[in-house]
């Protein structure tokens, strides 16, 4: 594995002090809270930058009206869902998933979808239908979802398979899968991962797609009549090298945890 040089030659109370000076007034955790004070005792650190960073924090308090009374009582204590889920806020998240889509092939024909040639839609795939999947980690509580099967059933006919139990897909259920996309106008697989799969402290140990979804995603292209587009819901990427060499996928798209919003936003883009 390589090694950052920089920080392999650093203590603890070294980096707290760097980023104190560098002005990080308030980390995630308790680095700081640990190291701070042996970082001042050996010189790293004055005491006033530490000032600085408190003044810092609480001057952010003071204006939030933290120390004024009673929380519920001040300007923003009654700050709720109706506040969160205005159509312009929900409407910037549907814009912020769509700008977070990336096309990564396209072939003639195939997106967007021909409203007129494209009557009727097999939706494929264990994240074809999920909720708590697009939001991932660090999140907050959604005002709605819109999950892919959901945006895409708003716009043309669908029939849903997941084709696996779950993103693990320790056994494809190629057949049911099959059996819809042969008889569809054009398939959408949306494929990839989850938290279960790669999260903060949870490594993914390769970069392929987890289990059998490469057999599914074939076996599916394979037998469809018309456009077949893959869809990505990932957090890193993934190896998909043999959907860019098959011509039988016309397109596909990574659309990262997309969020509340991220079915409304992936049916607009298809």
């Not at 995630?28 to 701070?36: D, E, P, S, V, Y």
């Not at 790293?44 to 609480?58: G, M, P, Q, Y």
């Not at 890193?236 to 798209?253: C, E, Q, Y």
Request: aromatic letters at 4%; one cysteine or more.
């Amino acid at each position: 594995m390589l090694k950052n040089r920089h920080w392999e030659n650093n203590t603890l109370e070294k980096i707290a002090a760097d980023a104190l000076k560098a002005g990080l007034d308030l980390n995630c955790g308790k680095f700081l809270a640990q190291h701070t004070e042996a970082a001042i005792k050996a010189g790293l650190v004055k005491e006033s930058d530490v000032d600085r960073a408190v003044t810092n924090n609480f001057a952010t308090l003071m204006r939030l009206g933290f120390f004024d009374g009673n929380p519920s009582k001040q300007i923003y204590g009654k700050l709720g869902p109706k506040d969160v889920c205005t159509p312009a806020n929900q409407e910037l998240a549907r814009e912020a998933a769509r700008q977070g889509i990336v096309l990564l092939k396209n072939s003639a024909g195939s997106l967007p979808l021909s409203p007129t040639a494209i009557k009727s839609l097999a939706v494929i795939g264990p994240n074809a239908n999920v909720t708590k999947t697009m939001i991932a980690n660090y999140e907050g509580t959604p005002c709605k979802y819109t999950t892919p099967l959901q945006g895409l059933t708003a716009s043309v006919a669908t029939v849903y398979r997941a084709g696996c139990a779950n993103v693990k897909c320790s056994t494809a259920q190629v057949d049911e899968a099959k059996k819809v996309a042969a008889a569809a106008d054009a398939v959408v697989l949306v494929m990839g991962s989850d938290l279960s799969i790669e999260a903060e402290s949870r490594d993914r140990i390769d970069i392929t797609l987890p289990g059998q979804q490469n057999l599914l995603i074939t076996e599916v292209a394979s037998v469809s009549k018309g456009p077949v587009i893959l869809v990505i819901m990932s957090g890193g990427g993934m190896d998909i090298k043999f959907a860019k060499v098959n011509p039988k996928i016309t397109s596909f798209l990574w659309v990262g945890f997309p969020g509340e919003a991220g079915g409304a936003a992936l049916a607009r883009e298809v």
